[in-house]
């Protein structure tokens, strides 16, 4: 009975951590002026369709592990965050790339408008994220140091060299090494650039920075081989996005090289690992321990 009570506790903060980062988010791109509306409409599209807020709220429960509770700066850091993620979806829906016609429930950017504008909309959510960052945020050199963070985990030594080897690996073939990479490259480095916002955004000392950093790649990690099982083993109505298509495309996967129960697995071992660099948090870490429990046995 109390696992289940938690697990609503858990369901609900979720829902409120969404519902502040898409009332902050929806402020943020009204606040932005001389933007056409063409584009404007694309952007609030993309934005407004139901993602899940998870990065989200890593960089929100990362403040309160380490600050106790949730300011400003971790509000905007949220929204920018979303906002890189959000790119890189619209990005990778288009036919050069993974060829998507379906995202978040809805069709995807290119689909609802067209190739130029989802990719020039994909491009505004790149940079308005960093504008964001570099005008809101409360002390010049935590804003510095999320910038340099983001940056370094979207760029191409980060998500965008793990998109790189994703498309380069889609005749199937690879080894786990690789597959390691691109899921770090890919994924997990969002993660850990989520949790270091938020643990920035609360003043962290250099030792927390440095637990919250490895928590996010653990946690990322094994947010990547749930994907990668949610994309075997549901349907496209479920994830709001199209299923199966990792195999129709010969992808490199935590299945595809492992076995579905092997990966069930690792994505456990990664969740208790992730779970367990929390502890020196104590208690202020309680609702970021459920949100891992909450990922990682996640049907969506
Ligand atoms: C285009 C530079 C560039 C990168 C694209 C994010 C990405 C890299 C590709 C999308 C395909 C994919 C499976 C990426 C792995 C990360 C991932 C699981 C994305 C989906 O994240 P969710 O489930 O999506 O958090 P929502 O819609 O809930 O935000």
């Known amino acids: 009975m109390a696992e289940k009570t938690e697990k609503i506790d858990i369901k609900i903060e979720l829902e409120q951590k969404a519902s502040l980062v898409n009332e902050v988010i929806a402020a943020v791109i009204k606040g932005f002026v001389g933007i056409p509306d063409r584009l404007r409409e694309a952007i609030e599209y993309t934005l407004s369709a139901p993602g899940k807020r998870v990065r989200a709220a890593v960089v929100l429960l990362?403040?309160?592990?380490?600050?106790?509770?949730?300011?400003?700066?971790?509000?905007?850091?949220?929204?920018?965050?979303?906002?890189?993620?959000t790119y890189s979806l619209v990005h990778d829906d288009l036919p050069a790339m993974d060829d998507d016609d379906f995202r978040r429930g809805k069709p995807s950017c290119h689909k609802a408008f067209d190739e130029?504008?989802?990719?020039?909309?994909?491009?505004?959510l790149l940079t308005m994220a960093f504008e964001l960052l570099s005008t809101k945020i409360s002390e010049p050199s935590k804003?510095?140091?999320?910038?340099?963070?983001?940056?370094?985990?979207?760029?191409?030594?980060?998500?965008?060299?793990?998109?790189?080897?994703?498309?380069?690996?889609?005749?199937?073939?690879?080894?786990?090494?690789n597959l390691h990479n691109i899921h770090i490259n890919k994924t997990a480095k969002m993660f850990a650039a989520s949790a270091l916002l938020g643990a920035i955004a609360g003043g962290a000392s250099r030792q927390q920075k440095d637990l919250l950093g490895r928590f996010g790649l653990k946690l990322g990690l094994g947010f990547q081989i749930a994907d990668d099982?949610?994309?075997?083993?549901?349907?496209?109505?479920?994830?709001?996005?199209?299923?199966?298509?990792?195999?129709?495309?010969g992808k490199l996967t935590y299945p595809a090289v492992f076995g579905l129960e092997q990966s069930r697995k690792k994505a456990d071992e990664l969740a208790n690992q992730a779970a367990e660099i929390l502890e020196p948090f104590e208690e202020k870490a309680n609702m970021l321990k459920g949100l891992v429990l909450a990922l990682l046995n996640r049907t969506k």
């Open 143 to 177: 804003a510095v140091e999320m910038i340099k963070t983001l940056a370094e985990a979207a760029g191409p030594a980060g998500m965008i060299a793990g998109q790189v080897d994703d498309l380069l690996a889609q005749n199937g073939t690879g080894s786990s090494d």
């Open 116 to 124: 130029a504008t989802a990719i020039l909309t994909g491009d505004a």
């Open 62 to 85: 990362c403040c309160e592990s380490v600050a106790g509770n949730i300011n400003k700066d971790a509000e905007i850091a949220a929204a920018a965050i979303e906002m890189v993620h």
């Open 229 to 249: 099982i949610l994309d075997v083993s549901s349907t496209s109505t479920q994830l709001g996005k199209t299923a199966g298509k990792d195999a129709e495309q």
